[in-house]
């Protein structure tokens, strides 16, 4: 599975958007970008995932450039409760394995 | 529904002792990961269950470490005499299978205390 480098911490304003980037410039033609988060003293939670195009549903965006180097998961409106380390995840797509490469991710803290 | 669930939720044990740390999954998922988090550190892979099966244990970090799952439910992870180092965050993951493009499903985590 591809390398992924983030940012090891970002800050976000209460009800502002949080952008979280990656970089993933070795990713391969069927490797899907995913990003989980775990919230302290709890297992990681499954965001969202892509492949190409960009992908929203009820807890965040996901913006994947055209080259597929890098991407953007966003939180439209950040609250206190979105504070967590976030994981950005590259993995093959149909393999038969699927346990998660997890790197150091982004701690967001979302302030007041 | 019910999610993945872990027991104990803490241990705190002596060196030399054995652990067994029990995992729940999703009822349905037939793939099962250990994981564990040592403190500021990220997540470790250890072992994959397909069913009853462990097709691959290379996350295991010594033959002190071992792991079954019975009946395609639950499953234990032992740690025989266990080791300062070994104090970390042991987390379970579930999915409905084993396809990389399934969602993880994961527990509370056990932390596991070596004294």
């Known amino acids: 599975d591809a390398k992924t480098t983030q940012p090891t911490s970002m800050d976000c304003a209460e009800g502002r958007a949080a952008n979280l980037p990656c970089n993933h410039s070795t990713i391969s033609g069927n490797e899907y970008v995913y990003w989980y988060r775990q919230i302290h003293s709890q297992g990681p939670q499954y965001i969202i995932h892509?492949?190409?195009n960009n992908e929203t549903n009820e807890m965040a965006s996901l913006i994947i450039t055209e080259d597929r180097k890098s991407s953007t998961l966003i939180l439209p409106h950040a609250t206190l409760r979105d504070t967590a380390v976030y994981y950005c995840?590259?993995?093959?797509?149909?393999?038969?394995?699927?346990?998660?490469?997890f790197g150091k991710g982004t701690k967001l803290s979302v302030k007041p | 529904g019910a999610g993945v669930s872990q027991s104990p939720s803490n241990k705190v044990t002596e060196k030399g002792k054995d652990v067994e740390l029990r995992c729940d999954p999703i009822s349905g998922h037939t793939a099962l990961y250990w994981y564990r988090q040592s403190l500021g550190q990220g997540l470790e892979f250890l072992i994959y269950?397909?069913?009853?099966?462990?097709?691959?244990k290379s996350g295991l970090p010594s033959d002190r470490f071992s792991a079954e799952r019975t009946g395609g439910s639950v499953s234990t992870l032992t740690i025989q005499r266990t080791q300062q180092e070994d104090s970390a965050v042991y987390l379970c993951a579930s999915s409905t299978s084993g396809s990389s493009y399934n969602e993880q499903f994961f527990g509370p985590g056990t932390r596991l205390t070596v004294l």
């Open positions: 269950f397909q069913g009853n099966s462990a097709p691959d």
């Open positions: 892509g492949l190409k």
């Open positions: 995840i590259v993995r093959s797509y149909g393999g038969s394995q699927g346990n998660l490469i």
